[in-house]
């Protein structure tokens, strides 16, 4: 599986067929042969990608030294290009991966890193990895009509180089209104390309957007309150900046509340209406913004409510900010939204093609 470019959802595919394989019955596995972000897993140095479905699926123990057999640290460009480093150690690295994963395993999820020149300064491109495991490449894309054809076009090039081909293309994260427009016009373009059509998933918010606990990571802070229940899934993002009464009016579903510090009755009025079933659904979380700390008082009654929160130093509109340009990536811990995910794959995802474009049978 390599993609088209950034954010297409390529790590979320991966799961879901991993997911509707295993549900089968069928003994599935997963590897990513070079990766870039690292994190410790089990004692392991491995792709944070690997990791999280190391982590959701429970993959076995002694998969981990071979989850991601390339880790392109920090550095290790320019080890190659200063010759320190040769290619060659990492491609016997992901041949040995392939050797102990085929003999144990009737299918191999095969996760790429990025387009499919990623890696091409090492000499271990998505088109080096899938020769090496002698796998045809499922490319998933954007949910646009021109784009797609274009870059599936361009990254078809750099695979056919290594000599491998792209046996499907998946347009994902398609808006639901333009679904069948778009899945028409890429099955027309698509008639002599030689390459299959499989949809993807279509555009969700839920999936989309992050939760809670991904807000606080990605400020760097510490969640206070009920932690359990940090793992809703934000739908919205609104500022307190509105009288008490209006707020009330105006507040939306699974919203995460932006409020400055020194409100103290805007904080106090959150806390109490968090305890309201008609209000319950809607207050998903708090940030309190602004360097002066919060009296006393709301404090109190803030904790006492069990809402999930976070301090940050930042103004409320630099919150927000970046809160909208934040790029939401799945975590194993964000079990609601990895078990919509599974929903939506069974709902969407067409199994029986895949293993058809993708079966040695």
């Known amino acids: ?22 549900s089968m019955g069928a003994k599935v596995g997963f590897v990513k042969p070079v990766g870039q972000v690292h994190v410790d897993y089990k004692g392991y140095d491995i792709d944070k990608d690997a990791a999280m479905m190391a982590e959701v699926f429970d993959i076995d123990d002694e998969d981990l030294p071979y989850l991601s057999p390339v880790l392109i640290k920090k550095g290790v460009t320019q080890e190659i290009l200063s010759g320190n480093i040769d290619s060659k150690d990492f491609i016997a690295k992901i041949e040995l991966a392939h050797r102990y994963f085929e003999a144990k395993y009737d299918w191999l999820i095969i996760e790429g890193t990025g387009h499919a020149a990623v890696g091409s300064v090492a000499g271990i491109n998505n088109g080096v990895s899938a020769r090496i495991f002698n796998a045809p490449v499922l490319l998933v894309s954007g949910g646009g009509i021109g784009n797609v054809m274009d870059r599936a076009h361009s ?9 491998v081909s792209v046996a499907a293309v998946m347009p994902n994260k398609i808006f639901p209104e333009k679904r069948e427009k778009i899945l028409y016009f890429l099955g027309k373009g698509m008639e002599n390309t030689g390459r299959a059509l499989v949809p993807g998933m279509s555009f969700c918010r839920e999936l989309a957007n992050p939760t809670f606990r991904q807000l606080a990571t990605l400020f760097g802070e510490e969640i206070h309150g009920d932690v359990g229940a940090s793992g809703r899934i934000i739908l919205h993002t609104q500022v307190a900046a509105a009288s008490i009464h209006r707020m009330s009016h105006i507040l939306q579903d699974d919203s995460a509340m932006v409020i400055p510090g020194s409100r103290d ?3 106090i009025s959150m806390a109490s209406m968090y ?19 919060v009296e006393e008082l709301p404090m109190n009654i803030l904790k006492a409510s069990g809402i999930p929160y976070f301090k940050s130093n ?28 599974k929903e939506l ?3 969407q995802l067409d199994l029986k093609t895949i293993q058809n474009l993708f079966s040695e049978d």
């Open 275 to 293: 305890g309201l079933k008609e209000f319950r659904n809607k207050i998903a979380g708090i940030i309190l913004s602004g360097e002066p700390s």
């Open 1 to 22: 599986m390599a993609a088209t470019g950034q954010h297409c959802g390529k790590t979320t595919v991966a799961l879901s067929i991993y997911h509707l394989l295993k």
């Open 155 to 163: 990254n078809a090039l750099v695979l056919a180089e290594e000599g």
């Open 314 to 341: 930042m103004t409320s509109m630099a919150c927000i900010q970046r809160i909208q340009d934040y790029q939401t990536k799945l975590n194993a811990k964000d079990q609601a939204k990895i078990a919509f995910l």
């Open 265 to 267: 009755e805007m904080i």
């Open 345 to 347: 794959a069974e709902e």
